[in-house]
T-cell receptor
Framework: NAGVTQTPKFRILKIGQSMTLQCTQD?????MYWYRQDPGMGLKLIYY???????DKGEVPNGYNVSRSTTEDFPLRLELAAPSQTSVYFC???????????????FGEGSRLTVL | TQLLEQSPQFLSIQEGENLTVYCNSS?????LQWYRQEPGEGPVLLVT?????EVKKLKRLTFQFGDARKDSSLHITAAQPGDTGLYLC???????FGKGTRLSVIA
């Protein structure tokens, strides 16, 4: 019953520190995504992956890196944390709907990151 | 560049009122999804619309996809406090969202 699992749920970083947000899904989905959500706003796509070994930039990729070595895992790395990266980060996964592109996205519970 | 424009950005109404929120783009969608997000949680899918002119109903929620597949609307009849949340539209592929409409239904 796990679905999409994100860790950690909360983290405080100092400017310039690095960290990795972990994301794992157990639904055998090909597509995985990382979004960020600033207070009171919608979701902005950071990076996405259509399968193991394939990643692509989204709307706001600067300051982040990802990898997809397995179908299940899609970690997001922040190399030099900046206050502008303070946000809630959501990982999601989906199957495909053929020519319609992605199917329903299933989201994790989010990771709240504060950079001071 | 915001590919999807959602309006209104905020909406506060009394229980029992009807409302409509909109999602517009200058380009054609292959498909469009509507999600609702409650505080502290991830978004949850409400519906996917695919065909121009399509209308889908989910209890008191009615979703319409424009004939030209460039716009969509969500109509809620007799809103209830449980409808409170952030309503997001997203277009494929990959799924990119609008800024959302934040709805508050007051009892």
């Amino acid at each position: 019953n796990a679905g999409v699992t994100q860790t950690p749920k909360f983290r405080i970083l100092k400017i310039g520190q690095s960290m990795t947000l972990q994301c794992t899904q157990d639904m055998n989905h090909n597509y995985m995504y990382w979004y960020r959500q600033d207070p009171g706003m919608g979701l902005k796509l950071i990076y996405y992956s259509v399968g193991a070994g394939i990643t692509d930039k989204g709307e706001v990729p600067n300051g982040y890196n990802v990898s997809r070595s397995t179908t299940e895992d899609f970690p997001l790395r922040l190399e030099l944390a900046a206050p502008s990266q303070t946000s809630v980060y959501f990982c999601a996964s989906s199957g495909t709907s053929g020519s319609l592109g992605t199917g329903e996205l299933f989201f994790g519970e989010g990771s709240r990151l504060t950079v001071l | 560049t915001q590919l999807l424009e959602q309006s209104p950005q905020f909406l506060s109404i009394q229980e029992g009122e009807n409302l409509t929120v909109y999602c517009n783009s200058s380009s054609v969608f292959s498909s469009l999804q509507w999600y609702r997000q409650e505080p502290g949680e991830g978004p949850v899918l409400l519906v996917t619309v695919v065909t121009g002119g399509e209308v889908k109903k989910l209890k008191r929620l009615t979703f319409q996809f424009g004939d030209a597949r460039k716009d969509s609307s969500l109509h809620i009849t007799a809103a209830q406090p449980g409808d409170t949340g952030l309503y997001l539209c997203g277009r494929n592929t990959p799924l990119v969202f609008g800024k959302g409409t934040r709805l508050s239904v007051i009892a």
